[in-house]
């Protein structure tokens, strides 16, 4: 081809062709970054170079800004100890500005258990997506992204996007935002016509051929079924008669301060959570303690304690119901009883090593390994005869002593008597890291923990009947029929005259609790049901019968 001959291509090409001063460029979307600042004490920036106008406002719900390793710039933190689901980065988006959809860029730092849910919500506050990247940390990591698209051409009444913390320990240091143009999805005839202009042969993978395929590429947030967390009590709950919950009304009045043992917290935040849904704070300010404490703080002159918590307490949940003499000392100070109720019931496993050959212990065996008085050495004083394990020491493992569950296991199995001195009371009675994962990591381990289903390589020792017939285990027919020595109850206390004298929050509360969504929370919780009858039998006798 001669050198002529491309010339005279050039010069018609440039011809047809507008000038490159004439050519339009694509508009420049720009980023909107949200740092942190410790000033007003702590709080989100918007910073907006291009006055884009995309981003409304930024606020932090829970957490602290703190400064990060490098003492110059700031974090948003939360910390592992909050409670499930406090700790919100609020954004709220200018839709008449952001007609796409929005890649987000998350300078965080997640732990190994930290859950964080990015969500959307409409302009009354309504969720319109509760989750839309899954576990981020493990997806992320998969797909080796710090950047996530928010589908909002998806739901154009979003308002506001929310970062929502779960559990774990989380620190925000930047949140990047960019409009990004996503996939158009074209009808189904346009993509016809199209396909037939340009003279493609359409994949067997396209979206008209109708094929099923698995879209999600990740893990996402799954809370367990009532049944895998707890079957019993699931179990339990499938009964009829179980009153309905029905809201009482309005909620009056100030926040409510409550002090509640370490069994009862979990299902109290739980509850508070329903009860505070649509409001601007929690109905109740819990604060946390052990039983003793709980009772103690009814049964004495708390209530003129400077604290401002003691002044508007009415209210407290306990895992051992209140003493004689508690009951004596709050009359005498009060003039009146204390509201003393059931809310659930609990069971309390005995745990041993898997490769333990006992499948049963009696009680006076029981009572050696974990009392003071004729305490087991070894293996073979509990009965195990031959073997490496008989002749291995026992090592005794539970909980804190003065926490209702210790209270009540020194209660059922020791009588009342002193604990022997080397049990490892160190441990939480109620999860599987506790004494469940301590009792697993010892061959000469036994321990003590609320029933439910296992993780850990452990097995459960069948106990003595109440009827004196033979060993069962904590079924569901041995823990309601009472043959299951090795149970409790929980309790609910209010600190009035009666129901009706007490703060609107703290009746809605009862209510609650005591009816068919109440009694599902504490199985949740891992914790126990009551019966349906006993649910109706207490509605009646506190005034709350339908």
Do not use: C
């Not at 599987?432 to 452990?458: M, N």
């Amino acid at each position: 081809m001669t050198g002529k001959w491309l010339a005279t291509a050039a010069l018609l090409m440039f011809s047809v062709l507008p000038s490159f001063a004439e050519l339009q460029a694509l508009p420049m979307a720009g980023v909107t970054a949200i740092s942190f600042s410790p000033d007003d004490g702590g709080k989100a920036v918007i910073s907006d170079p291009g006055m884009l106008g995309h981003m409304l406002s930024a606020a932090t719900q829970d957490g602290k800004v703190v400064p990060n390793e490098d003492g110059k710039n700031f974090d948003w933190s939360v910390t592992k100890e909050e409670a499930f689901g406090k700790g919100r980065l609020n954004i709220a988006l200018n839709r008449e500005r952001l007609n796409g959809d929005l890649a987000m860029v998350l300078n965080a730092s997640l732990g190994e258990e930290t859950s964080l849910a990015v969500q959307l919500y409409d302009a009354k506050g309504a969720a319109l997506a509760l989750d839309l990247f899954g576990e981020i940390k493990a997806n992320a990591e998969a797909v080796g992204t710090d950047t996530f698209i928010v589908p909002l051409l998806r739901y154009p009444e979003a308002r506001s996007l929310v970062l929502r913390r779960l559990s774990g320990e989380l620190s925000v240091r930047e949140v990047l935002l960019m409009p990004v143009l996503a996939e158009v999805e074209a009808a189904e005839d346009a993509d016809k016509d199209l396909a037939a202009l340009l003279g493609e042969r359409l994949s067997e993978f396209h979206r008209m051929t109708n094929r099923k395929e698995e879209t999600s590429i990740g893990k996402v947030h799954r809370i367990p079924s009532l049944e895998e967390i707890n079957e019993i009590g699931a179990s339990a709950l499938t009964a009829a008669g179980y009153p309905v919950y029905k809201p009482l009304g309005v909620l009056g009045g100030s926040v409510t301060y409550a002090p509640v043992s370490g069994t009862t917290y979990e299902f109290a935040k739980l509850a508070d959570r329903m009860l505070s849904l649509g409001k601007d704070q929690p109905v109740f300010d819990w604060f946390f303690t052990s039983s003793n404490g709980v009772i103690w703080h009814f049964s004495n002159d708390a209530q003129h304690a400077e604290e401002d918590r003691y002044k508007n307490t009415v209210f407290g949940m306990t895992s051992m119901p209140m003493s004689a003499e508690a009951r004596k000392a709050y009359l005498a100070r009060t003039g009146h009883a204390i509201i003393e109720f059931p809310i659930a019931r609990s069971a309390i496993e005995v745990l041993v090593h898997g490769d333990n050959p006992l499948d049963s212990i009696p009680p006076d065996a029981l009572k050696s390994a974990f009392g003071a008085q004729g305490m087991a050495s070894t293996w073979k004083d509990l009965g195990v005869t031959d073997g490496p394990l008989a002749v291995m020491e026992v090592k005794p493992i539970g909980g804190n002593p003065s926490w209702g569950t210790g209270r009540m296991f020194q209660e059922i199995v020791l009588g009342g008597a002193e604990w022997r001195p080397d049990v490892d009371a160190r441990h939480d009675v109620v999860y599987a890291h506790g004494v469940e994962k301590a009792v697993s990591q010892s061959p000469g381990g036994i321990g003590y923990a609320v029933q439910g289903p296992r993780k850990h390589r452990v097995k459960v020792l069948a106990l003595a009947s109440t009827d004196g017939k033979g060993h069962t285990l904590a079924t569901e027919d041995a823990i309601y029929s009472g043959r299951y020595p090795l149970q409790r109850k929980l309790y609910a206390v209010v600190a009035a005259p009666s129901l009706d004298q007490a703060p609107p929050s703290v009746r809605e509360m009862i209510n609650l609790l005591l009816s068919d969504q109440g009694q599902t929370l504490m199985v949740r919780t891992r914790s126990l049901p009551l019966a349906a009858a006993e649910v109706v039998e207490w509605r009646k006798r506190l005034g709350l019968a339908d």
